[in-house]
């Protein structure tokens, strides 16, 4: 059975701080790894990840993949208020009928106070 | 950008109703999915769809049932709705960014 385990499942920080959310996984044929932002609704999308050892940025946000040891870590620099919500991990499975189907992990919830 | 909208953002029914949620996507994505997302459970694969009236169920199939008529649309099911599955339901369609979902339905069952 695929699984995704994050931690921690939530936090609490202070405007300014540096965050990181962890997320490994157990699956078969992995293909990739996606983390999404989640606010009031719907989940949106920030990082794809295939290839280990390559960071991938977006402004304060990175976001890395060690498919030896199965695990991504997902970094957040001088955290603001609009960074709080729920951080999603996600792994996709290729092949048969399993292709394109997407595991989550529980989440994490973040709170940025000011 | 793709758009997938699901019909309704709040519901609430009564035990034993059947429920329809609906879920549109507009990009003529062959993959759509429906999840229910519960605290500290994150998202659980109730069905999916790869193609015109095809499904395969997933992780928590019980309870539920999924129609896929058109291509554009595809429609969750509880047969007969309990109050354990009140939950937020999130319709997603395939892109190549993994997933574009849906607002979410936040449904009730009392």
């Known amino acids: 059975e695929d699984k995704v385990v994050q931690s921690p499942l939530s936090l609490v920080v202070h405007e300014g701080d540096t965050v990181t959310l962890n997320c490994s996984y157990e699956?078969?044929?992995?293909?990739?790894l996606l983390w999404y932002k989640q606010e009031k609704k719907a989940p949106t999308f920030l990082f794809m990840l295939?290839?280990?050892?390559i960071e991938k940025k977006s402004g304060r946000l990175s976001s890395i993949l060690d498919k030896k040891e199965l695990f991504s870590i997902l970094n957040i620099t001088a955290t603001q208020t609009g960074d709080s919500a729920i951080y999603l991990c996600?792994?996709?499975?290729?092949?048969?009928?399993?292709?394109?189907?997407?595991?989550f992990g529980q989440g994490t919830i973040l709170t940025v106070h000011p | 950008d793709v758009k997938v909208t699901q019909s309704s953002r709040y519901l609430v029914k009564r035990t034993g109703e059947k429920v329809f949620l609906e879920c549109v996507q507009d990009?003529?994505?062959?993959?759509m999915f429906w999840y229910r997302q519960d605290p500290g459970l994150g998202l659980r694969l109730i069905y999916f769809?790869?193609?015109?009236?095809?499904?395969e169920k997933g992780d928590i199939p019980e309870g539920y049932s999924v129609s896929r008529e058109k291509k554009e649309r595809f429609s969750l099911i509880l047969e007969s709705a309990s109050t354990n599955q009140t939950s937020m339901y999130l319709c997603?369609?395939?892109?190549?960014?993994?997933?574009?979902f849906g607002s979410g339905t936040r449904l009730t069952v009392v």
């Open positions: 997603a369609s395939e892109s190549p960014r993994g997933y574009t």
């Open positions: 996600a792994v996709e499975v290729a092949g048969g009928t399993s292709y394109g189907k997407l595991t």
């Open positions: 295939t290839s280990s050892g």
């Open positions: 769809s790869y193609d015109v009236k095809m499904k």
């Open positions: 699956v078969t044929n992995f293909r990739s």
């Open positions: 990009m003529d994505h062959e993959n």
